[in-house]
C-alpha cells in the first residue's frame, strides 16, 4: 500500500497567516493527489484534486501544488472558517490511502 | 444541486447486523460510482472500497471483505453498506461519497452514519 505522511500533524495559526502543509507519499503518485477539509462533526469536503485544481465553489485563497512524491497545501489568508482538519488523499493505486490529518487550530 | 443524505445514528449488540443507506440526488445515480469510507472515533479516514453503480460491480478494500457488503437500489437512487456479526471495533461513523468519473477522488459527501456497537 501507498503510505502518505503528513506534516506538522498539528499547527496553530491565526486569523491572515499564510500556512502551508506537506503531504509525502512513499512511492511516486504522479499527480494523482487530493485534499479535504473537516470541520468537527462533518464530512470531509474536497477542495483540491490533480494536486493543484481548485474544487468548484472552494475559495481563491486555497491551492496545492507538487507531483511524485511531495505534495503541499497553502491557505494564503486564513480565515475564521477554515480552522479545520486537512487531511490529504493519493489515488494513484488501490486501495486508496489517506495521510493523518493535519489539524490546523487557532493560535 | 448534488446530494447524498445516510440513514441515521444506529446502535447495534456485538454479533447483529447494520445496513446503513446512501440517497443520491440531483445527478444520474448510475453515472458516477459510490464509495465508502469509515472514520473510527478520533481516527483518521479509511477508504472501505467502492461499487459501480452502472455495472454493479463492487471492490473491496483489504480489511473489508466478508462481514462487509455494498449493494444499491438503482430505482430509488441508493447505495447500502452491510455489516453484519457486528463487532466493538466497528464502532465508527461510516461515509458514502460520489467518485468522481474516471478516478478514485470523492467529490461530494453523505453527512454521516454513526454506528455504535455495544453489549
Known amino acids: 500500500d501507498i503510505q502518505m505522511t503528513q506534516s506538522p500533524s498539528s499547527l496553530s495559526a491565526s486569523v491572515g497567516d499564510r500556512v502551508t502543509i506537506t503531504c509525502r507519499a512513499s512511492?511516486?503518485?504522479?499527480?494523482?493527489l487530493n485534499w479535504y477539509q473537516q470541520k468537527p462533526g462533518k464530512a470531509p469536503n474536497l477542495l483540491i484534486y490533480?494536486?493543484?485544481s481548485l474544487q468548484s465553489g472552494v475559495p481563491s485563497r486555497f491551492s496545492g501544488s507538487g507531483s511524485g512524491t511531495d505534495f503541499t497545501l497553502t491557505i494564503s489568508s486564513l480565515q475564521p472558517e477554515d480552522f479545520a482538519t486537512y487531511y490529504c488523499?493519493?489515488?494513484?493505486?488501490?486501495?486508496?490511502?489517506f495521510g493523518q490529518g493535519t489539524n490546523l487550530e487557532i493560535k | 444541486q448534488v446530494q447524498l443524505v445516510q440513514s441515521g445514528s444506529e446502535l447495534k449488540k456485538p454479533g447483529a447486523s447494520v445496513k446503513v443507506s446512501c440517497k443520491a440526488s440531483?445527478?444520474?445515480?448510475?453515472?458516477?460510482?459510490m464509495i465508502w469510507l469509515r472514520q473510527a472515533p478520533g481516527q483518521g479516514l479509511e477508504w472501505m472500497g467502492w461499487?459501480?453503480?452502472?455495472?454493479?460491480?463492487?471492490t473491496y478494500a483489504q480489511g473489508f471483505t466478508g462481514r462487509f457488503v455494498f449493494s444499491l437500489d438503482t430505482s430509488v437512487s441508493t447505495a447500502y453498506l452491510q455489516i453484519s456479526s457486528l463487532q466493538a471495533d466497528d464502532t465508527a461513523v461510516y461515509f458514502c461519497?460520489?467518485?468522481?468519473?474516471?478516478?478514485?477522488?470523492?467529490?461530494?459527501w453523505g453527512q454521516g452514519a454513526p454506528v455504535i456497537v455495544s453489549s
Open positions: 461519497a460520489r467518485k468522481r468519473q474516471g478516478v478514485y477522488v470523492a467529490d461530494y
Open positions: 440531483g445527478y444520474t445515480f448510475t453515472d458516477y460510482g
Open positions: 461499487i459501480n453503480t452502472d455495472t454493479r460491480n463492487p
Open positions: 512511492q511516486s503518485i504522479s499527480s494523482n
Open positions: 490533480a494536486a493543484s
Open positions: 488523499q493519493q489515488s494513484y493505486r488501490s486501495p486508496l490511502t
